[in-house]
């Protein structure tokens, strides 16, 4: 595997690979450290198996949340089909500093906008990936018609086919049916990273003063899926399964963009999608926490 690498790696940033680490973590594809001949340090990630596409999406949503500036994003030295090589940045405990820098940046970054609800990133293709779940992007006239039918139904469709979801299934169909008066106020359509969970929060190490970029206090978003989407949806994601200092990142983000009244009686109707990808894939009580999510959406209109 390390000479693939080394392979990889030469092809795509022209420099000869003198170390390879083979990293652990994540649910989809192998990683790797690599130190270069010019004394620069790179991640490497390969693409996973079965996933078509899966590398492109990435370096597609990459560039894109970097564009605006407003949020730390590892840099994309480049990619093909089956590899990807981003900058390495060292993590770090979190801190209330960088969470709160974190609030702000997310905020400024979904202001930045997209064409669409469900467009996908620039040269990005529509079918790109949440972890090992496909996920289709489409542009929509509105954020219910995008939610509904390209991110809940599809997999309320399977869980329902697979033996994951009986007749409760009908409870988060309603919420389907009802997400115009569900949805709060209108909004226009955000720059979301799209799987920002606590996971792919990835609080930097230190600063280092010959780079351009200062890594000292900060937190990256890595492993995005991004699309045109509802500033919530992020927030909810988060919320999901926890986040350090999360009520820092929070607070920033509503002092830099307000929120919307009654935002937090939402976080259950945007969380619906990532449980019902959950339940699909790992099953367990995933299906069970859909269900609540639906209940809970229905009960704060």
């Given at each position: 595997?390390?000479?693939?690498v080394?392979?990889?790696v030469?092809?795509?940033t022209?420099?000869?690979?003198t170390?390879v680490?083979?990293?652990?973590?994540?649910?989809?594809?192998?990683a790797?450290a690599?130190?270069?001949?010019?004394?620069?340090?790179?991640?490497v990630?390969?693409a996973?198996a079965?996933?078509?596409?899966?590398?492109?999406?990435?370096?597609?949503?990459?560039?894109?949340?970097?564009e605006?500036?407003?949020?730390?994003?590892?840099?994309v030295?480049?990619?093909?089909a089956?590899?990807?090589?981003?900058?390495h940045?060292p993590?770090?405990r979190?801190?209330?500093?960088?969470?709160?820098?974190?609030?702000?940046?997310?905020?400024?970054?979904?202001?930045?906008?997209?064409?669409?609800?469900g467009?996908p990133?620039?040269?990005?293709?529509?079918?790109a990936?949440?972890?090992?779940?496909?996920?289709?992007?489409?542009?929509?006239a509105?954020w219910?018609e995008?939610?509904?039918r390209?991110?809940?139904?599809?997999?309320l469709?399977?869980?329902?086919?697979?033996?994951?979801?009986?007749?409760?299934?009908?409870?988060?169909s309603?919420?389907?049916?009802?997400?115009?008066?569900?949805?709060g106020?209108p909004?226009p359509?955000?720059?979301?990273?799209?799987?920002?969970?606590s996971?792919?929060v990835h609080?930097?190490?230190?600063?280092?003063?010959?780079?351009?970029?200062?890594h000292?206090?900060?937190a990256?978003?890595?492993?995005?899926?991004?699309?045109?989407?509802?500033r919530?949806?992020?927030l909810?994601m988060?919320?999901?399964?926890?986040?350090p200092?999360l009520?820092?990142?929070?607070?920033?983000y509503?002092?830099?963009?307000?929120?919307?009244?009654g935002?937090?009686?939402?976080?259950?109707l945007?969380q619906?999608?990532p449980?019902?990808v959950h339940t699909?894939?790992?099953?367990?009580?995933?299906?069970?926490q859909?269900v609540?999510?639906?209940?809970s959406?229905?009960?704060?209109?």
């Open positions: 595997m390390n000479a693939q080394r392979d990889a030469s092809e795509i022209g420099r000869t690979a170390d680490r083979r990293l652990g973590g994540g649910d989809t594809s192998a790797f690599v130190h270069l001949d010019d004394g620069t340090d790179v991640f990630k390969r996973p079965g996933m078509p596409g899966a590398i492109a999406a990435e370096a597609a949503s990459l560039a894109w949340l970097a605006p500036g407003a949020v730390a994003v590892p840099a030295h480049g990619h093909t089956d590899w990807l090589v981003t900058e940045v993590g770090a979190p801190s209330a500093r960088a969470a709160e820098e974190l609030g702000r940046g997310l905020a400024a970054l979904h202001v930045a906008g997209a064409p669409a609800f467009a990133p620039p040269g990005g293709p529509a079918d990936w949440i972890g090992l779940a496909p996920m289709r992007n489409e542009p929509c509105s219910p995008f939610y509904a390209y991110r809940v139904e599809p997999y469709r399977r869980a329902v086919d697979e033996g994951a979801l009986g007749d409760e299934a009908q409870l988060i309603r919420v389907c049916d009802e997400l115009d008066s569900l949805s106020p909004e359509p955000a720059r979301l990273h799209g799987d920002l969970w996971g792919n609080w930097a190490a230190r600063d280092d003063p010959g780079a351009q970029r200062h000292g206090g900060r990256f978003v890595i492993d995005p899926a991004a699309h045109g989407g509802h919530e949806t992020d909810a988060l919320q999901l399964f926890g986040c200092h009520d820092r990142v929070l607070a920033a509503d002092e830099v963009s307000p929120l919307a009244a935002w937090r009686d939402r976080v259950g945007h619906l999608f449980l019902l699909v894939l790992f099953g367990g009580g995933y299906g069970a859909a609540a999510a639906a209940r959406a229905l009960r704060a209109r």
